[in-house]
């Protein structure tokens, strides 16, 4: 069983910046693949970025170039630095990993980018 979760929501000016992290238990966290996923109002759950055991990051189209995945595997801890943010990042944003067929998912925190 993995827990996740996540803190460092807000509301933020467009342009601005904010850090997302997301605390795991539960298991060898250095042996997961970590994701982050987002969900708008209204919308479906978009995948929006991916670190692998290994360190190697994929990005959705929509926010490459602004959004940085990273993990600290001596805290546990996988982060979403998010820079120039946009009005439609607004979303609540999910930690995500998964054990075989098994997903494991936050509760989530709320992102506003709004002046």
């Known amino acids: 069983q993995v827990q996740l979760v996540e803190s460092g929501g807000g509301l933020v000016q467009p342009g601005g910046s904010l850090r997302l992290s997301c605390a795991a238990s539960?298991?060898?966290?250095?042996?997961?693949?970590m994701n982050w996923y987002r969900q708008a109002p209204g919308k479906d759950r978009e995948h929006v970025a991916l670190?692998?055991?290994?360190?190697?990051?994929n990005y959705a189209d929509s926010v490459k170039g602004r959004f940085t995945i990273s993990r600290d595997n001596a805290k546990n801890t996988v982060y979403l630095q998010m820079n120039s943010l946009k009005p439609e990042d607004t979303a609540v944003y999910y930690c995500?990993?998964?054990?075989?067929?098994?997903?494991?998912w936050g509760q989530g925190t709320q992102v506003t980018v709004s002046s």
């Open positions: 995500n990993t998964a054990l075989s067929t098994l997903h494991y």
């Open positions: 539960g298991y060898i966290f250095r042996l997961l693949a």
């Open positions: 670190i692998s055991s290994g360190g190697s990051t």
